[in-house]
Every structure is written in structure tokens, then in C-alpha cells.
């Protein structure tokens, strides 16, 4: 099969990198098939076809599979991309909110995965790969239950990587730092449970994480990492994406205490 022939599904594709990439993909000839909750709305001003998926309803989708290979032959390629942020101090956050940011960002996926597993151990081959984050790696304050789920991903797709290897099938995470897309301004804020005590500290994190999201570098980088897992016939698991990744990562593992200070001291001068 030619390389550029082949098939790749996106979720998530009506915005923000999955957008990106889906569009980046079809102009470099593959067939792209992109996923969004209210297709209607955007199929107009894209050039590549929309499937309605919500992973928040299972009957979605429990029905995606069926749905998407009566469109197609084969599934080469799928891009886990789909979610969304939860920002709030731990303690702030309902546990209510927690457990959504958990059924969209890891069930949704994992429910998604294992509805198209059988056809790609059917086909012996396909790759999977999901979009996690940095934070899947590390952690840092008002992000908890969203570093929390792509801790979670990891460790799913590192248990099924061992697992589908059997059938020629990759697993692949890609783990951006933080860049310009809507993620920020889609997501969630924790309210309702302000808490005194955290007062002159949320203050603080709120100012750093805003400033953060308005400092993020625009997202090439990450596109083109996809691109490489996409083309790559045998992709390692991890790729870390973002100036200093490798630098953060060295400092979790090696000298935590000095990562831990750095972060505290930068969240500490916000304002």
C-alpha cells in the first residue's frame, strides 16, 4: 500500500490540533477522516469528511465502528485526540468534575480504542496514536485531575503497546508541553468551592497558568511530531514535544527538588 494512500482517522478534528493535523495529513494525500460531536456545523469549510462521535455517550460510541468502516476498507492510522482541561486547585475541584475530566479524557479514548481493536487485529496491522500531554510525564498546581488523566493514558497505552505487538499493531503517545491552540480557552474552571486558605495562592497559579497559556508557542512542533509517528514504520512509544521537554524530564527524575523549586518560584513572582 502506498504510504500516502493510506487511511487515518482523527478525533476531535473540527479544532485545535486535531485540526491541524487532519488538514496537514490531507494535504500530503492521505485519506483523512475526521470525528467531531456536531459534524454539521463545520463539514462546510473542511476539506476532509466528518463522522459524528461523542465520547461521552457510549451508544456513539458503540456504534463508531460500524459506522466509520462502511465509510472505509482499512484503518491505517488512529489519532486519540479528542478532550479537554480542567483547571482548579485540587481540593477546589468536585470530585463530579474530576470524574468527567477522567469519562472524556481517558474512558472516552480507552472506550474509542477497544471499539476499534477488532479491526485492526482483523487487518494485522494499524497504529494508535494518542495525544497526551507533558503532564502526562509531570505535574504541576491547577492542572490535577487533567495531569491526572494523561498520567493515566500513559499507562494504559505503555500496558497495550506490549499487547497489540503480537498483531503489528503500534502504540504511540505524543506528550506536547504547553502551545497556542484553544485548549485553554475551551476548558474548564473549577468554581463554586473557593477555599480561604488557597486564597493568596490560587491568586498566584491563576496569574502563572494565564500567562503560560499566553507565552505557549504556536504548534508546529507538535504537527510535525505526528507526522513523524504517522510516517514511521516503527515509532518508539514516547514523544516528548516542546523547547526544554528533555531538560523537565531530566530534572522529574534526577532532581526533583530543583524542579519542584523552579516551578514554585515562578508560580510564587505571578501577578
Known sequence: MELKKQTVLVTGASSGIGLLVAGKLHENGYQVIGTSRNPEK?????????????????????????????????????????????????EETPIELGKQQFETNFWGTIKLTNELLPYFRKQKHGKIITIGSLLGLVSLPYVSYYAASKHALEGYFKALRFELN??????????????????????????????????????????????TFEKAPEPAPVIDALLRAVREKNPTFGFPVGKGSSIILLLQHFAYKLFEKSILKSVNASK
Open 42 to 90: 463545520h463539514q462546510a469549510r473542511l476539506p476532509f469528511k466528518l463522522l459524528p462521535l461523542d465520547l461521552n455517550v457510549d451508544h456513539s460510541i458503540a456504534s463508531f465502528g460500524k459506522h466509520l468502516f462502511s465509510e472505509i476498507k482499512t484503518l491505517d492510522v488512529l489519532i486519540n485526540n479528542a478532550g479537554y482541561l480542567v483547571n482548579g486547585l485540587a
Open 166 to 211: 503480537q498483531f503489528n499493531i503500534k502504540v504511540v503517545m505524543v506528550e506536547p508541553m504547553s502551545f497556542k491552540t484553544n485548549i485553554g480557552e475551551s476548558g474548564t474552571v473549577a468554581t463554586g468551592k473557593n477555599i480561604a486558605d488557597y486564597d493568596p495562592f490560587r491568586k498566584k497559579v491563576v496569574a502563572y497558568t494565564q500567562q
